[in-house]
């Protein structure tokens, strides 16, 4: 970290003439980049001349300055190919970062070139299409319901809240990030991986070499630029790397986690994992080590998640904040009757929020049992009030601090790093919306709502489903076989299509957050298109592809006897049945491929399914094949 260069301009220390009179201090600023989200979350990245920026600087902020194709990013059925225009409005609201570039050094003061990186709200005919915007509007019509809500409503189990003193709401926001680190060359195999996953050789771990090098640096870059990291650390996944003759670390495979502070603003938090992604991808790479954000990078391996919390407070009048979802004793109640309306919210509509999620087939290879990331749709509040604590198997839980009532928040575990966190976070607070309004309406107490919550499958409820249970704290997948998870949590989808089919089928729940156009039909249409259309063709040009180069590695090796023989003979019939047409039949690859441009997608669902189940037993059935052969 050099402490010469500028690495954040915070929201709101600076007006007009302070900003230019910054960036004129710090000439190695080259560039200004106005990042926009899409709705898959990607970000737009353009190098404008600070010159530009700094001439037409009210331009920036109306919309006036900068346009871009909206055609080639995703707004599917929105900005299309022959109505592509989309402005950018830059945000004031949130801290601006430097992304510098080390390779380039200006030949003015021997810095690195820096670029500006200011978030925006993209515009298409008129309306904001972002996911920025989305999530900004979000927040701004929960604030405002909550607001006239509560001061109009006697709030059984809440006498003693000053509702009446209520300036505003506040929405703590947080996400933690998991990620996988490697060099280059490594090809580690899952046996190995697997294997010091179950003896737990990795996590908390001391870090060396570069690994702890690269996390250092990133976690002084993510302070620098006022992100206030609370804890660097080794996850479940990776093995111990080798040293060199010289004491030199090679063959890295490790997977890390790093955790900042949680924000009041959601759109910094969001804008803040962005940044974070950035920075750690390019600070292990100048450690040379190549870093993944992918959901399931390895199959069979522990995945990465990107568990996202979210909490609501209330604003006094005179400047104190109290938590909302903490109850009046913490030692006697796990929630207010405003938090148990929030949990209650989430789950009860969770199909809605699911795409949003989970929205791609790589999100789906994480959600396996057995991995600690969550498969029903289901919260833990923990064993009793008066001793938090924690449940690692379920979708949402508690977390919470007896000491601490403003510490009182939910983790979603479903998330991971490529989740569009600003589109889930808009979907957790308008569902969350829901049940408050149900729990407040209802006149119910803070005992009513748990018993509620805790319902058994198949008992009467007001507001959740009577078929199904809400609260567990057992092991969700050591004490309940799949048919009975199925049973009483509602079975969970296992592909994008599925998840899609699923939000289709609850119109209800999908009224829940796009009630009074907050986030639009179009948007949400717009963004289960390009889930499917991302869906189809990574099926299709990429997994299929995969799969049949897998099936065509498998060869038959020599020296075998009458046991080798059997094996091979079972191993080539599998290898037919996934990727070989014959006369009789066609393979499920064909089969696959045929059903999506077909546009069955109820078929190629149920395709995909098994042939990543035969995939991964045949790599199983040829591993042992191939031990047991000794030349």
Known sequence: MNKELLYCIPAGQYGKEGVLSLLTQHPEIRFVSLVGIDLAGNDTDEKIPIEIFMKDYEDFFAGKAVQTDGSSVVFMNIATLNDARVDMVADSTVNWYVDYNDENISDENGRPVG????????????????????????????????????SDAQVKGMENFPFSEIQDIVFTTGTELEFWVKTPSEKETVQHLSISQRLQEQYWQRMRGNVRTAMEQAIEELDARGMRVEMGHKEVGGIKPKIDDDGHIFDVCEQLELDWLFSTNPLQAADNELEARILIREVFRRNGLDVSFRAKPIIGVAGSGEHTHVGIAALLKNGKTINLLAPEDMSADFLSTVGYGFIMGILNNYEATNPFVSSTTDAFNRLKPGFEAPVCIVTSLGHSPEVPSRNRSILMGLIRDTENPKATRFELRAP?????????????????????????????GPDE???????????????????????????????????????VFGKPPATVWENVRIMRANPDKVASITRDDVISKDIVESFIASILYRWKNELIDRIIPGTEAAVKGYKKLDNDDKLDEKRWKAIKAARIELAKDTEEEKCICTRLNEALEDGDYDTASDLQIEMAKKSQALEKEYRIYALNILD
């Open 416 to 444: 991971n790093p490529f989740t569009n966190t600003y589109m889930a976070v808009s979907c957790l607070y308008m569902t969350a919306l829901d049940g408050i309004e149900y729990a407040v309406n209802s006149g119910k």
């Open 115 to 150: 670029t500006l990186r200011i978030p925006c709200f993209l515009i298409h005919n008129g309306k904001f299409i972002d996911s920025r915007s989305v999530l900004k509007k979000s927040c701004e019509y929960v604030s405002e319901k909550l607001k006239k809500l509560l």
């Open 449 to 487: 709502l748990l018993a509620e919550l805790s319902k058994t499958a198949g008992e009467d409820a007001d507001y959740l489903s009577k078929d199904r249970e809400y609260r567990c704290e057992k092991n969700v997948f050591e004490d309940y076989d799949q048919e009975q998870r199925d049973a």
